[in-house]
Every structure is written in C-alpha cells, then in structure tokens.
C-alpha cells in the first residue's frame, strides 16, 4: 500500500456498494475488501429492516423491538459478530444509525480493519434512505451490459428467487430480466446523483474487468484511502479448480467474455431486450443491435411493461401492507435515464 499521508476516516459504514443482481456487485466487493484498511460485508440485507416506517422516519430512537429485528434477520450473521460485540454496539448507540454504525465498527476491527462497507445490490433502490442514515458515506453502482446481466439472471433466477419471484417470469424471463434491469439501473443512477453527490460513483463492470488497477484507484480517491495493490490479488490462495464450479465459486481473477450476449443469446432475445431497455443501454455506450425495432417486437415489450407495471404496483401495495410503508407504485416502474 501506497504512503499518501494521513488519513481521514469517516464513520462506518463508509461505503454502499449497489447495482442489479449479477452484475460484478461479488467481484468489486471481494476487491474493496482486500484493502488492508477496509472491510466489506458480502450481502448482509439488513439496515432497511430495522425501522418499521421507511417513509417518516430521521433517524430513530433506537429500541429493544429493533435490535432484535435487526439480529433475527438470517443474512445478520455474515457480519460475523458475537452476541457481546452486538451488546456493546446496542449499550453506546441512542440511536438506529448510531447502532449500525457501532456494528460496522465490530465488524471491521475483527477483521483487523477500520473502515468498514456494505455491499447489498438492492440497496440500489434504498439509496434516499441509507443518505438519511449515513450522510457521509460513498455509494458505488455497478453497472453491467443488461444483456449480459440477462443471460446471467436467466441461468440464476427461478420462482421465488429474484426476477422469478415475478408471475410474468412464467411466460417471459427475458422481459422480466430487462425491465429489472432498467428499474434498478435508473433508479440506482437518479437517487445516487440525488442523493450522494460527488460521493456516488457509477463503475462499468467491463472496464473494472479490462483495467481494474485505473478503476480501482479511482474508487480509492473516492474513498480517501491510500491506494492499494492487494486489491488487485484479493483470489490469490483462494482460487479452486472444482469441476462445475462458476467463475465466483473459483474465486477466478477478472474474466472478460463469462457472459457474450452476441454468441449466447437469441437474435429474438436481444430485440426484445433492447425493446424495452435499449434507451438505457445507449446512455451507458453500450452498442445496440438494432437500429429499429420491428412493430412486432415493440408490441411484444408493450404487453410485457403493462404486465411488468401491474405486478410491480401489487407488490408494492403488499409490501406497503406489510411493512406499513407508503410507496408510490409509479415510482418503482423504471425511469428515463439523461446523461
């Protein structure tokens, strides 16, 4: 690591690390996580869960109702804290962020670190309430080529689990994964540049994969933290050799071309992702197939986007339900990107 001087440090968590499902979110965490300074979290899920009012709320007193909320929550042990780490953290905080942050303290120092992030992909679509939260932290999105990203969900996702929770998952993966794509691509770049200024950064997942020493150092100058080149070898000694085993289980290095929509996916597939993302996908660089869109094609997405719509706003009415949240259906659709 590089001696640049002294360091400030911001209160944990100091970072978010976003972006849509399978989209590079593992490989840039195990990266980050490398830096002898910060420790990342690999999908622990549970900062939206504590306040049962995401709509209202500053900051809330904290109460026994949210401490045990928070620590019920299955994904809450891969911070890898002990009960009395999780007491401590719960005696010195008045308050919700307070204690969130008292845990990413315990989380890095077992690690012998101390800054500490998260990455959460969905956190994408929390970003106005983590700012609420933690206004000093830094959010970074990650964004993927949709099409790639498709073919990855397509492999991954099946009823009950991402995208399939979707009944149009049924008739139309393809759609599904296009339409969850632009939602979560949109949403992460509106409220990141709303929300988090010049603390939020959006990185290509193909660049980090081509040149990840450039990027890298740019996230570094994001963080305020020296850079660091162990980053660069975080799967030295933890690569494998399994047969069967996908590039993230071996624990592989940067591999360019894991997914190639040109090679792998259908020339129907691609029209209609394009259908109905392609807007998005030209405001990032990435080059279209089609120049026009056949009427069939766009009738197709049509019908996709109404039904996409309706689930969406009855989703969003049981959650609201559930959770006693107001939440403008609307909203959670998938916007217009201006870059």
């Given at each position: 690591m590089s001696d640049d001087g002294p360091i400030t440090l911001r209160p944990n968590p100091c970072l978010f690390v976003v972006g849509?499902?399978?989209?590079?979110?593992?490989?840039?965490?195990?990266?980050?996580?490398?830096?002898?300074?910060?420790?990342?979290?690999?999908?622990?899920?549970?900062?939206?869960?504590?306040?049962?009012?995401?709509?209202?709320?500053?900051?809330p007193i904290l109460t026994d109702e949210i401490v045990d909320r928070v620590t019920r929550y299955h994904a809450f042990d891969r911070l890898g804290l002990r009960a009395a780490q999780v007491s401590a953290a719960a005696a010195r905080s008045r308050t919700y962020a307070a204690f969130v942050g008292a845990l990413y303290d315990e989380f890095a120092?077992?690690?012998?670190?101390?800054?500490?992030?998260?990455?959460?992909p969905h956190y994408v679509r929390y970003l106005p309430f983590l700012r609420r939260l933690f206004p000093a932290s830094s959010t970074v999105?990650?964004?993927?080529?949709?099409?790639?990203?498709?073919?990855?969900?397509?492999?991954w996702a099946r009823p009950g689990l991402?995208?399939?929770?979707?009944?149009?998952?049924?008739?139309?993966?393809?759609?599904?994964?296009?339409?969850?794509?632009?939602?979560?691509?949109?949403?992460?770049?509106?409220?990141?540049?709303?929300?988090?200024g010049a603390r939020y950064h959006e990185v290509l997942y193909e660049r980090l994969v081509d040149d990840p020493d450039t990027e890298l150092q740019t996230l570094s100058e994001l963080l305020e933290i020296p850079y660091a080149g162990e980053m660069l070898a975080y799967h030295e000694g933890k690569t494998r050799s399994?047969?069967?085993?996908?590039?993230?289980?071996?624990?592989?290095?940067?591999?360019?071309?894991?997914?190639d929509w040109r090679r792998q996916m259908a020339e129907r597939d691609v029209e209609i992702f394009e259908a109905l993302a392609g807007d998005v996908l030209s405001s990032f660089g990435y080059e279209r197939e089609f120049v026009r869109i056949s009427a069939r094609a766009e009738a197709h997405a049509a019908r996709c986007r109404e039904r996409w719509e309706q689930e969406v706003r009855t989703r969003n009415r049981q959650m609201a339900s559930r959770l006693e949240l107001r939440i403008d259906p609307v909203d959670l659709v998938g916007h217009t990107v201006t870059r």
């Amino acid at each position: 690591m590089s001696d640049d001087g002294p360091i400030t440090l911001r209160p944990n968590p100091c970072l978010f690390v976003v972006g849509c499902p399978r989209s590079g979110t593992t490989l840039l965490q195990r990266m980050l996580d490398s830096h002898p300074l910060l420790a990342v979290v690999n999908d622990a899920h549970f900062i939206h869960r504590g306040p049962r009012r995401l709509d209202r709320f500053v900051d809330p007193i904290l109460t026994d109702e949210i401490v045990d909320r928070v620590t019920r929550y299955h994904a809450f042990d891969r911070l890898g804290l002990r009960a009395a780490q999780v007491s401590a953290a719960a005696a010195r905080s008045r308050t919700y962020a307070a204690f969130v942050g008292a845990l990413y303290d315990e989380f890095a120092a077992n690690h012998g670190k101390v800054l500490a992030g998260d990455k959460t992909p969905h956190y994408v679509r929390y970003l106005p309430f983590l700012r609420r939260l933690f206004p000093a932290s830094s959010t970074v999105h990650i964004v993927r080529d949709g099409r790639d990203v498709a073919l990855s969900m397509l492999d991954w996702a099946r009823p009950g689990l991402g995208p399939g929770r979707f009944p149009l998952w049924q008739s139309e993966p393809l759609g599904v994964a296009a339409l969850s794509w632009r939602w979560h691509v949109t949403t992460g770049v509106r409220d990141g540049h709303s929300c988090f200024g010049a603390r939020y950064h959006e990185v290509l997942y193909e660049r980090l994969v081509d040149d990840p020493d450039t990027e890298l150092q740019t996230l570094s100058e994001l963080l305020e933290i020296p850079y660091a080149g162990e980053m660069l070898a975080y799967h030295e000694g933890k690569t494998r050799s399994a047969q069967g085993l996908s590039a993230k289980s071996a624990w592989l290095p940067p591999v360019a071309g894991l997914r190639d929509w040109r090679r792998q996916m259908a020339e129907r597939d691609v029209e209609i992702f394009e259908a109905l993302a392609g807007d998005v996908l030209s405001s990032f660089g990435y080059e279209r197939e089609f120049v026009r869109i056949s009427a069939r094609a766009e009738a197709h997405a049509a019908r996709c986007r109404e039904r996409w719509e309706q689930e969406v706003r009855t989703r969003n009415r049981q959650m609201a339900s559930r959770l006693e949240l107001r939440i403008d259906p609307v909203d959670l659709v998938g916007h217009t990107v201006t870059r």
